[in-house]
């Protein structure tokens, strides 16, 4: 995962969507890491809803800033 994110990095695409995918796998990174290292799979369903929350709520809040972001001129 690590070499896909700096190979995303390198890509000559506009920074709006390379913010966007690189947010995609930090996503993906972080379910992985709950999933398996935390062991969520095996808990209950309320920690799994509580997770799945803060995931939720993150990107709102991603998607609230980066709206933000794209109608400014720099």
């Not at 506009?14 to 999933?35: D, G, H, N, R």
């Not at 997770?51 to 993150?58: C, E, H, R, T, V």
């Amino acid at each position: 995962m690590l070499f896909v994110t700096i190979g995303i990095a390198q890509l000559p695409i506009p920074s709006f969507w390379k913010t966007f995918i690189l947010i995609s796998v930090a996503l993906v990174q972080t379910i992985l890491v709950a999933v398996f290292f935390m062991e969520l799979i095996h808990e209950d369903k309320f920690y799994t809803f509580v997770f799945g929350s803060a995931i939720l709520f993150m990107l709102l809040f991603f998607t609230i800033t980066l709206a933000e972001l794209s109608g400014r001129d720099f």
